[in-house]
C-alpha cells in the first residue's frame, strides 16, 4: 500500500473531546420543541444584534439568549433591508451551528505515532507557534508571496489583514472562479459596472422576470425570495428557461425546458426577435449604447428557426417570450443569475444576458436594475502593506479578465511539476471545503501531498480538515465579533454582529487568531486593539454612531447621498466603459483577440447511456457546509436523483431504489443514491441537490448521506476570458449494484 507523506485523517477516529464551556449537551427535540411548540417569554430574554453567516446574504438579526445564558432563538431584524425582519430557513436554524456537538473543540497537531499519522491536542499557544514559525521558514527561504490564502467569507477577510502585512497577496476564494465571476466580467464590459451582491435587481417593480438557470426560491436568497412571492401575488409575468420544473419554473407563465448547453442560442435568438421585429428600447439604444448596427447584423440569421433544433424551444414559444419581455419594457429584468459558471464560455452568456437587459432599457430603470449606493465604512488605522513581489493575479495572467485570484491557478502553482512562473508552498485554508468546493479534486490532493505547510481554519471537521498539519477551530458567528456589515442596497445601511454568548469548548474567533499571528510575526503595528470592538466602535463613529447605539438597534439605514435610484427619461449619463456608453460591440474583446459579440458554440453532448449532471440548492442548505447542522440536517438529510419516466422505464428503475452513479472519466460515487423518478426533469439529465455525501465520519449526520455532485465533477472547462470553471460538462451513467462491496467485505 503507497504511503504518502501528509495521509488523511479522520478527525473522528481520535476520540477528541474537549470540554464544553457554554450551552452543555445538544437536544434537537428539546430545543427545537421549546422554541417552536411551547414558545418563548420573551420579556425574559436578553437580545444581541448579530448578522446571518450561514450564507451570503448576511441579514441582520437578534440572538435571544436567556438567564442561563443558552441561545434560544434567532431572529430577523425588522429595521434590515436585506431581511426585511423575516429570516429563512436557513436563518432561523443558524444556532444549531452553535449547538453542533460534531464542531472542532480545540487546536490539533499532526504527528506520527507508531507509523501512523495521526492528530494530536495541542494548546493555542502552541499551535500558533508552529504557524507563526512556518510561516517565517516559508518566507525566509521561498518569500511571503509563497504562502497562499484561500477563503471565504467573514474569517478570511481577517486572515487575508494578516497575509497582507506579512507581504503575501496570494489570496483567492473560489467564489469568483466558480460562481459569479463571469457575470461580473460580463456585465461590466457591457454596462461598465457588475451588478453587486446581493443584486441590484428591481424585482419589487418589475413587470417581467426572466430566469435563466435561476432557481430563486431554492436558492434562498431572502429579500429577493420576499420580492419574488410578493410580485406572484400581484400578476408578474415569469419567464423561466431550465432543464428542469424548478419551484419558481412551476409558478411562471412560461417554462421552456431547454437542451442543457443551449442557452446562448436562445439569447440570440431573443435578439434577433427584438431588433428585426423593432420591439427593443429605441430612445434607450440611441441614447447609451454604441454598436447596435454591428450586433444587428451579427443576430441577422440567429432566427427562432435556427434556434428550435438547437434548443428545443419551437419558434413561436422564442417568438411570444420575447414580446412578453417587450411588453413590459423597460420594467422587465433578465436575471444575471448567481451560480453562473457552467460551460466554458461563461462570461460570454453573461454578457448575452447583459446585452438582452440594453434592448429592453432595463439598466438604470424601474423594475430592470437600479443604482446601488454603499456606505464605505473607514479602515482602521494600520501601516501601508508591503508590496509583494507577485500575487494571486500574476498566477492567472493567461486570463486577462481575471481581477482577483482564481483558486485553481493558486493549486496549479503549488504541484511542482506543473510549468507555473511562481511555486506557492504553503496554505491557510480559512472558511471553505476546499476539496469539496473546488472541482478537479485529483489535482487539490496532488497539490495538498507537495506542500509543505497547511493550516486549516474551520468551525466545522470538513474534508479539507484531514489534509491539514494544523487545525484551528473557529467559534461561530454567535460567539463573535466581525467586521461591519455594509450593504449596497435602495438605500445604504450598515448592520453590527457582536457575542451573545461565550465561545463554546476551545474555539476561538478569526479576528482573534489572526492578531496573535500578527504579533508573533512582529507585525504588532498592525494590530492596534486589545479586542476587535475597539476596531468596530472606531470605524461606527466616523459614521456618526457608536458601538453601544448599534448594540440597541443592531441595523442603521442612510440616506442617498449619490445619484437618484433610477435614470430620469433623456437624463445623460456616462456609463463606465471606455467609451462612455453600452458595449453592445466591444473594442476591448476584439483588441484583445476574443469576440466583439457572443457567439453560439455547440457543446458536447452526452455519450450514450450517459446523462448531463445538473445540481442545485436546497432552501434549508448552504453549500456543503450546513449539512451537519442539526436544525437544517432534520428539514432535509440527503438528496436525491431526479431521473426522467423515460430513462427509469430503460433502466428498470423504481422510485426510492438506491442507485451508484459514474461519470465519464470512470469516478464512481462513494455512496448510493436513491432515485426520484419524474417528468420535472428532461431525458437527457439527472438532478441532485449539492452538498451531500459527505465521506468523513466525524460530520455524524451528514455522514454518508446521499451522493456528492462534486466528486462527480472531474472535467472542468475553463472560460478563456476570466478563468471561470465550468462544472456542467459532466455526464453519470446509472450502476445498479454497489460498486464498492468487494472492496467492503
Not at 453532448?605 to 436544525?631: D, E, V, W
Request: charged share 25%; glycine share 8%.
Amino acid at each position: 500500500m503507497k504511503t504518502t507523506r501528509r495521509e488523511f485523517i479522520k478527525v473522528s477516529s481520535l476520540g477528541l473531546g474537549g470540554v464544553a464551556l457554554a450551552g452543555g449537551g445538544f437536544s434537537l427535540s428539546k430545543l427545537f420543541g421549546e422554541s417552536k411548540h411551547q414558545g418563548l417569554d420573551m420579556s425574559k430574554l436578553k437580545r444581541y444584534p448579530t448578522y446571518c453567516d450561514v450564507c451570503f446574504w448576511k441579514c441582520a438579526a437578534w440572538t435571544y439568549v436567556n438567564d442561563k445564558n443558552e441561545i434560544k432563538k434567532v431572529a430577523g431584524n425588522e429595521l434590515d433591508t436585506h431581511c426585511r425582519g423575516r429570516l429563512c430557513p436557513r436563518g432561523t436554524g443558524g444556532l444549531g451551528m452553535y449547538y453542533d456537538d460534531d464542531r472542532l473543540k480545540t487546536p490539533l497537531i499532526r504527528v506520527e505515532k507508531d507509523g501512523k499519522q495521526t492528530f494530536r491536542e495541542a494548546s493555542w499557544e502552541e499551535a500558533l507557534d508552529l504557524i507563526s514559525g512556518k510561516m517565517k521558514d516559508i518566507k525566509s527561504k521561498y518569500g511571503a508571496e509563497s504562502f497562499a490564502l484561500l477563503k471565504h467569507g467573514s474569517p478570511g477577510k481577517h486572515f487575508e489583514h494578516l497575509f497582507k502585512a506579512f507581504g503575501s497577496d496570494t489570496i483567492a476564494e473560489p467564489a469568483f472562479a466558480q460562481c459569479r465571476g463571469p457575470r461580473a466580467v460580463g456585465f461590466k464590459l457591457t454596462f461598465g459596472s457588475a451588478v453587486g451582491s446581493p443584486e441590484t435587481t428591481d424585482i419589487r417593480d418589475s413587470k417581467c422576470l426572466v430566469l435563466i438557470g435561476s432557481h430563486i426560491g431554492e436558492n434562498m436568497h431572502n429579500s429577493q425570495v420576499q420580492e419574488v412571492s410578493d410580485a406572484i401575488d400581484r400578476g408578474i409575468t415569469i419567464i423561466t428557461v431550465d432543464p428542469r420544473l424548478s419551484t419558481i419554473a412551476n409558478k411562471s407563465k412560461f417554462w421552456l425546458p431547454i437542451r442543457p448547453a443551449t442557452d446562448m442560442a436562445l439569447l440570440l435568438a431573443w435578439m434577433h426577435v427584438l431588433i428585426y421585429e423593432e420591439l427593443y428600447d429605441k430612445k434607450y439604444i440611441d441614447k447609451y449604447s454604441i454598436g447596435f448596427d454591428k450586433l444587428k447584423e451579427h443576430v441577422r440569421k440567429f432566427t427562432p428557426e435556427w434556434a428550435y433544433p438547437i434548443t428545443d424551444i419551437k419558434p413561436n414559444q422564442i417568438r411570444e417570450t420575447a414580446r412578453e419581455m417587450a411588453k413590459a419594457s423597460p420594467a422587465v429584468l433578465v436575471h444575471p443569475g448567481r451560480h453562473v459558471t457552467w460551460y466554458g464560455d461563461d462570461a460570454q452568456r453573461s454578457r448575452a444576458i447583459a446585452i438582452l437587459n440594453a434592448l429592453l432599457g432595463s439598466w438604470g430603470k424601474r423594475g430592470g436594475f437600479y443604482f446601488s449606493e454603499k456606505l464605505k465604512v473607514p479602515k482602521y488605522p494600520h501601516p501601508h502593506y508591503p508590496e509583494p513581489n507577485w500575487d494571486a493575479k500574476d498566477l492567472s495572467k493567461k486570463y486577462p479578465l481575471a481581477k482577483t485570484g482564481i483558486t485553481t491557478e493558486v493549486i496549479r502553482a503549488s504541484i511542482p511539476d506543473e510549468n507555473t512562473e511562481h511555486k506557492v508552498k504553503a496554505w491557510m485554508v480559512a472558511g471553505t471545503n476546499l476539496t469539496q468546493s473546488v472541482p478537479n479534486k485529483k489535482m487539490t490532493l496532488k497539490a495538498i501531498e507537495a506542500l509543505e505547510f497547511l493550516v486549516v481554519v474551520d468551525l466545522m471537521p470538513m474534508e479539507i480538515t484531514g489534509y491539514a498539519d494544523v487545525i484551528l477551530p473557529e467559534c461561530s458567528y454567535l460567539e463573535r465579533y466581525d467586521m461591519i456589515r455594509s450593504s449596497g442596497w435602495r438605500t445604504p445601511s450598515i448592520a453590527l454582529r457582536m457575542p451573545a454568548v461565550e465561545p463554546r469548548f476551545n474555539s476561538k474567533p478569526a479576528w482573534w487568531m489572526a492578531k496573535q499571528l500578527g504579533e508573533k510575526l512582529g507585525l504588532g503595528d498592525y494590530f492596534k486593539y486589545n479586542d476587535y470592538k475597539e476596531v468596530i466602535d472606531w470605524q461606527l463613529k466616523q459614521l456618526g454612531t457608536s458601538l453601544e447605539e448599534m448594540k440597541h438597534v443592531g441595523v442603521m439605514n442612510f440616506n442617498r447621498n449619490g445619484r437618484e435610484l433610477y435614470l430620469k427619461d433623456g437624463e445623460d449619463y456616462k456609463f463606465k466603459t471606455p467609451s462612455g456608453k453600452i458595449e453592445l460591440y466591444s473594442e476591448k474583446l476584439d483588441k484583445m483577440g476574443f469576440d466583439p459579440i457572443p457567439v453560439y458554440k455547440a457543446h458536447e453532448k452526452p455519450p450514450q447511456n450517459y446523462y448531463r449532471l445538473i445540481y442545485g440548492r436546497a432552501p434549508m442548505h448552504t453549500f456543503s457546509k450546513t449539512i451537519n447542522n442539526p436544525y437544517l440536517n432534520d428539514l432535509k438529510d440527503t438528496n436525491n436523483l431526479w431521473i426522467n419516466p423515460r430513462v427509469a422505464d430503460i433502466w428498470g428503475l423504481k422510485y426510492g431504489q438506491e442507485i451508484w452513479i459514474k461519470n465519464q472519466d470512470g469516478k464512481v460515487s462513494d455512496f448510493p443514491v436513491k432515485v426520484r423518478i419524474t417528468e420535472r426533469i428532461r431525458w437527457d439529465s439527472v438532478y441532485m441537490v449539492h452538498g451531500f455525501g459527505h465521506n468523513n465520519k466525524k460530520l455524524s449526520r451528514a455522514y454518508g448521506k446521499g451522493a456528492s455532485d462534486s466528486q462527480m465533477i472531474t472535467k472542468v472547462l475553463v472560460d478563456p476570458l476570466m478563468g471561470g470553471t465550468g462544472l456542467r460538462g459532466n455526464f453519470v451513467t446509472i450502476l445498479l449494484d454497489n460498486p464498492h462491496k468487494n472492496i467492503e467485505s
